[in-house]
């Protein structure tokens, strides 16, 4: 028997409300992060991986006209039915998130050593001396050179590559249960990115923390994550193990953005393949399947009726109708079976 999950999302709905109306930018999500397990959340630019993360930890309830359907189940607990100060009590405790610019989370009047212990303090129950070592101690795990002096410096005085260790430093001092990374390493130079990939999976594997792994890359995916879900406007198209995903894409999008990553070993004067059109608007979600608009397989049966997510094999989920009929050809494309 497995445990139960960490985290649990059930049928999860986010309403946005402005002067022109509602819109609905996450639209029946479900998934599940296990207890040392790294989920990968993919999908192009304005597809709701953040409003998917943000709403985990009700960051937009401050701020911005919002309504949520559904649960999200954490520890017994349904967070969307929790009140804003037990919500607080969660944020960094239990569930920490790191972004893709971290001097946004970061405050630039204070020295990172400062904003570190703070953290510490609002956590663990120790002097201002024991945590200000605390800092240093933290920052030095995630190989930051000469912590101790660089706990003295403010937030503009370090590259992004640090401030992101600094971000993972103050997640490390709460020691949460689970962590979501929203495209941490997107800012960043490839190499630094690959520093800041290996520290996170090192303090996941260290603390058997569970991650939501957030990134429109699959390079990135397929090098850390266990299992993935690919969104496409709000929902949920394909959900698989990652060896599954790679192997065998059955959503006709995955397998768009499946061709569209480059290959290390692959022909480099080969033009990547580029999946037509955009992802259409909130406020002009197509009728039937949502992908239909840039489907090259899509026929009436898409434009009119809206697919359900659906096992197709045990550890893959898909909503296509057309899933087992596009067929891979030997050249990698694929066509459509009668
Ligand atoms: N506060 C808000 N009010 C209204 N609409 C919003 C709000 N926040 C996000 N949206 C809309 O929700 C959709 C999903 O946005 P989201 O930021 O989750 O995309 P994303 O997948 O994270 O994209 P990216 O890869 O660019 O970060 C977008 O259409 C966006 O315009
Ligand atoms: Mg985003």
Redesign the pocket.
């Known amino acids: 028997m497995s445990k139960a999950p960490l985290l649990e999302v059930k049928k999860l709905r986010t309403h946005?409300y402005?002067e022109n109306g509602r819109?609905t930018?996450?639209d029946g999500i479900e998934f599940e992060v296990h207890e040392g397990e790294i989920l990968g959340i993919v999908?192009?630019?304005?597809?709701?991986?953040?409003?998917?993360?943000?709403s985990v930890l009700r960051l937009?309830d401050e701020?911005?006209e919002?309504e949520y359907e559904g649960e999200i189940n954490f520890k017994g607990m349904n967070l969307l039915e929790l009140s804003l100060s037990k919500m607080q009590n969660i944020r960094g405790n239990e569930i920490s998130m790191i972004f893709?610019d971290p001097l946004s989370s970061l405050n630039p009047v204070y020295t990172i050593g400062y904003q570190i212990a703070e953290s510490i303090i609002l956590h663990q129950e120790v002097s201002k001396k024991e945590a200000n070592e605390k800092a240093v101690e933290v920052l030095r795990l995630t190989g930051i050179p000469a912590p101790e002096k660089r706990v003295n410096e403010y937030p503009h005085q370090l590259s992004g590559g640090m401030r992101q260790r600094v971000m993972i430093a103050m997640t490390l001092a709460c020691q949460p249960k689970l962590l979501i990374a929203?495209?941490p390493t997107t800012a960043l130079d490839v190499t630094i990115q690959a520093q800041i990939l290996d520290l996170i999976v090192e303090m996941q594997t260290k603390f058997k923390m569970g991650v939501m792994f957030?990134t429109?890359d699959l390079g990135v995916v397929a090098e850390i994550c266990t299992r993935v879900v690919v969104?496409y406007l709000?929902q949920i198209i394909e959900e698989a193990n990652v060896e599954s995903l790679f192997e065998n894409p059955l959503h006709p999008y995955t397998k768009g953005l499946m061709r569209s990553v480059p290959q290390i070993d692959g022909d480099r004067s080969q033009e990547l393949y580029v999946i037509e059109g955009t992802?259409p608007?909130?406020d002009n979600v197509p009728k039937g399947c949502r992908f239909s608009t840039r489907c090259q397989y899509a026929d009436e049966k898409c434009y009119e009726q809206e697919p359900e997510l659906r096992s197709l094999k045990d550890t893959q989920k898909v909503r296509c109708w057309y899933a087992e009929k596009i067929i891979k050809m030997g050249d990698d494309t694929y066509v459509k079976s009668s």
């Open positions: 946005f402005s819109v930018a996450v999908g192009e630019s304005g597809c709701g991986k953040s409003v998917t993360s943000q937009y701020k911005h919002v893709q929203d495209e957030i429109h969104m709000g992802v608007s909130l």
